[in-house]
């Protein structure tokens, strides 16, 4: 009797460890989604709550089908590239040095250029966008087009 007592207990144990949802390691701990680093070292953590993403308590995005979708703009800028948006024909250039990028919102294709030439035509992943004044687009090609490097 004392044994099947004793595996009982042992089986509750091992259940209540395994269960989804509970966590035994240090709460205090920051749970990082992932990193994105430029080939110069410069970096930054986000953090998924919930749907949503932060760096540093900033906003900076959300999931879609399990898809992160940032904020163009504060990521480039955060890596030392300049934003400029034209409200006429709804286009992004996003530029650093000698190297640029032009994007529009529900479009699949993004213009490069190098020294203000076109050079070619990248095709993105998913569908960027632009909601609440805000324009997103999906983590995987920020980062190839920023020259980023996954964690």
């Known amino acids: 009797m004392k044994n099947k007592v004793f595996i009982v207990t042992l089986a509750i ?13 240090n709460e205090n701990e920051e749970p990082y989604a992932f990193k994105l680093q430029s080939k110069s070292d410069k970096q930054i953590s986000v953090q998924f709550i919930g749907n949503q993403m932060y760096h540093d308590g900033r906003y900076m995005g959300y999931g879609i089908s399990g898809k992160p979708m940032l904020i163009l703009r504060y990521l480039a800028e955060w890596f030392g590239f300049q ?3 034209n409200a006429q024909n709804r286009t992004t250039l996003v530029s650093k040095g000698e190297y640029s990028f032009q994007i529009e919102p529900n479009s699949n294709a993004v213009e490069i250029f190098w020294a203000g030439e076109k050079v070619k035509e990248h095709e993105l992943t998913e569908k960027p966008f632009i909601k609440n004044g805000r324009f997103y687009i999906y983590s995987l090609d920020l980062s190839d087009l920023l020259g980023l490097m996954n964690n």
């Open 83 to 85: 934003v400029d948006y």
């Open 13 to 25: 144990a091992f259940l209540i460890i395994t269960l989804p949802g509970i966590t035994m390691g």
